[in-house]
């Protein structure tokens, strides 16, 4: 490198640190902008629970709407406004499982649903229901005794109140109780029936025996006035060895009413309207191979 080009290139490093000098006194120098990084994350951490909180609501939501309820104990108040849907007032999806519906976990406070059976009376529309109540713990058996009663006086029975001495005498450790009743045209009847079949865990159902030796209710089948049912039907109680009813009528018609689940219990019901000036000769049960299990001729006779 020459001289002549050393001393321009010292010349133009000198301009360079000149301008760089000047650069930084433009520069204003202070804390850091902590306040605004924070209030930058408190949005971010906002929008993310707003993100979180829609989707609870939307699943929340999509639940509901397909007909299952979930969240906290419901308050007595909500439990009758459910039950006086179910009664067919104003039904809703929330009341009633369909056949093969996943049920919730068993709460003995708040009933699972299902129509026995229905037809048409003097124009008509008529329901048996039967309302599981799942196995209530002896501290448990006086609340839901009287959640019971009150859906029944609601619709005009005249069955005295639960006491507590009462529902201790009758209340059984390993059983549900199954509430049965009446609808017309959507309102309940004063008629109650009952059944308390064995509850998950408990002693298994017996396999349908040989003997024919159904058991069950005739629904209707007392009472007079208000307090009888428009049509009696027989509520029969199988277990899980069953696949197949027929009924064969005195006329020589036969009919097959399917077995009917009620939340997760095992023990399954089978309703038999009757049908006026035609008697049942027999009720057969069948297993899921074509096998006769049992056979009853006394029912509806």
Same mark, same amino acid.
């Given at each position: 490198?020459?001289?002549?080009?050393? *001393?321009?290139?010292?010349?133009?490093?000198?301009?360079?640190?000149?301008? %760089?000098?000047?650069?930084?006194?433009?520069?204003?120098?202070?804390?850091?902008?902590?306040?605004?990084?924070? /209030?930058?994350? &408190?949005?971010?951490?906002? +929008?993310? !629970?707003?993100?979180?909180?829609?989707?609870? /609501?939307?699943?929340?939501?999509? $639940?509901?709407?397909?007909?299952?309820?979930?969240?906290?104990?419901? +308050?007595?108040?909500? !439990?009758?406004?459910?039950?006086?849907?179910?009664?067919?007032?104003?039904?809703?999806?929330?009341?009633?499982?369909?056949?093969?519906?996943?049920?919730?976990?068993?709460?003995?406070?708040?009933?699972?649903? #299902?129509? %026995?059976?229905?037809?048409?009376?003097?124009?008509?529309?008529?329901?048996? =229901? /039967?309302?599981? =109540?799942?196995?209530?713990?002896?501290?448990?058996? %006086?609340?839901?005794? !009287?959640?019971?009663?009150?859906?029944?006086?609601?619709?005009?029975?005249?069955?005295?109140?639960?006491? #507590?001495?009462?529902?201790?005498?009758? =209340?059984?450790?390993?059983?549900?109780?199954?509430?049965?009743?009446?609808?017309?045209?959507?309102? &309940?009847?004063?008629?109650?029936? @009952? %059944?308390?079949?064995?509850?998950?865990?408990?002693?298994?159902?017996?396999?349908?025996?040989?003997?024919?030796?159904?058991?069950?209710?005739?629904?209707?089948?007392?009472?007079?006035?208000?307090? #009888?049912?428009? $049509?009696?039907?027989?509520?029969?109680?199988?277990?899980?060895?069953?696949?197949?009813?027929?009924?064969?009528?005195?006329?020589?018609?036969? *009919?097959?009413?399917?077995?009917?689940?009620?939340?997760?219990?095992?023990?399954?019901?089978?309703?038999?309207? @009757?049908?006026?000036?035609?008697?049942?000769? *027999?009720?057969?049960?069948?297993?899921?191979?074509?096998?006769?299990?049992?056979?009853?001729?006394? =029912?509806?006779?």
């Amino acid at each position: 490198m020459t001289s002549e080009q050393r *001393s321009g290139y010292e010349e133009s490093a000198a301009q360079v640190g000149i301008g %760089l000098a000047g650069l930084v006194e433009t520069v204003e120098i202070g804390p850091a902008p902590v306040a605004a990084l924070a /209030a930058g994350g &408190r949005r971010r951490l906002r +929008r993310r !629970r707003a993100v979180l909180t829609g989707s609870v /609501a939307l699943v929340t939501a999509a $639940v509901v709407g397909g007909g299952v309820l979930v969240g906290p104990a419901l +308050r007595p108040a909500d !439990r009758a406004g459910l039950a006086t849907a179910a009664a067919g007032v104003a039904a809703g999806p929330s009341a009633v499982l369909s056949a093969g519906a996943v049920p919730l976990a068993r709460n003995p406070l708040a009933p699972v649903r #299902a129509v %026995l059976a229905q037809g048409v009376v003097d124009g008509k529309e008529w329901k048996v =229901w /039967a309302a599981l =109540w799942p196995l209530a713990t002896r501290e448990q058996s %006086l609340e839901q005794a !009287r959640l019971i009663w009150q859906e029944q006086h609601a619709a005009g029975s005249d069955l005295p109140e639960p006491t #507590a001495a009462y529902v201790q005498q009758y =209340w059984q450790p390993g059983a549900d109780v199954v509430n049965l009743y009446y609808t017309v045209d959507g309102t &309940r009847l004063p008629y109650n029936g @009952e %059944l308390t079949p064995t509850a998950p865990g408990s002693t298994p159902p017996s396999p349908t025996g040989p003997d024919g030796g159904l058991s069950g209710v005739l629904v209707g089948a007392l009472g007079k006035g208000q307090n #009888a049912g428009p $049509v009696r039907v027989a509520a029969l109680t199988v277990g899980p060895d069953v696949a197949k009813t027929v009924v064969t009528w005195a006329d020589g018609s036969t *009919s097959e009413p399917s077995p009917v689940t009620l939340g997760d219990s095992p023990v399954r019901l089978i309703g038999v309207p @009757e049908r006026p000036g035609n008697k049942a000769r *027999s009720i057969a049960v069948y297993g899921s191979g074509g096998q006769l299990l049992g056979t009853n001729t006394s =029912w509806l006779s």
